[in-house]
């Protein structure tokens, strides 16, 4: 596995569609690998495809709980609302507003190319929603309340909580 260089906001990549992927090769296993090495160095809680350079629909993502793969997602249902803070590791240093479904429901293939269901509820239904735009070339920038802010650092001792960073 490789740690993958994340392409940023301004790189025309991260706004075009994403192909649906037709059958598991060692190459998207690869793939898949290299996106987990990634998130997790960077410290992030999701990671989609584009951000690497690869126009496929795949997505990871773990908010705490293990990682998560999901080929070829759709989001079939949603259900409330939550306004929180929202960063991506492809615009860094900015974090903003974003309103998002409070439940979100989604179909999706594992890494087996098996069909499945997950549904995710508070963070991990924000991630869904946040990655899955991804994959539609769409950034939270455009999404969010009042812009962008400046991520400002603390002091560590201030135990004070982070941007998600997607
Ligand atoms: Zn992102």
Not at 38 to 67: C, F, H, S, W
């Amino acid at each position: 596995m490789a740690i993958r260089q994340i392409r940023e906001i301004g790189d025309e990549i991260l706004t075009k569609k994403c192909k649906d992927v037709p059958k598991m090769t060692l190459r998207t296993k690869i793939l898949i690998g290299d996106m987990l090495e990634t998130m997790y160095d960077k410290n992030g809680v999701g990671l989609a495809a584009p951000q690497v350079g690869v126009l496929k629909r795949i997505v990871v993502i773990d908010v705490g709980e293990g990682p998560i793969v999901l080929i070829n997602p759709e989001i079939i249902e949603t259900s409330g609302e939550q306004t929180g803070e929202e960063g991506c590791l492809s615009v860094p240093g900015k974090w903003g507003y974003v309103t998002r479904p409070d439940h979100v429901k989604v179909r999706a293939l594992n890494q087996e190319m098996e069909p499945v269901e997950m549904e995710g509820e508070g963070l991990l239904a924000r991630a869904f929603c946040h990655e899955i735009d991804h994959l539609s070339g769409q950034l939270y920038v455009d999404k969010t309340e009042d812009g962008l802010h400046d991520v400002t650092y603390e002091d560590p001792e201030d135990d004070l909580e982070e941007t998600e960073e997607q």
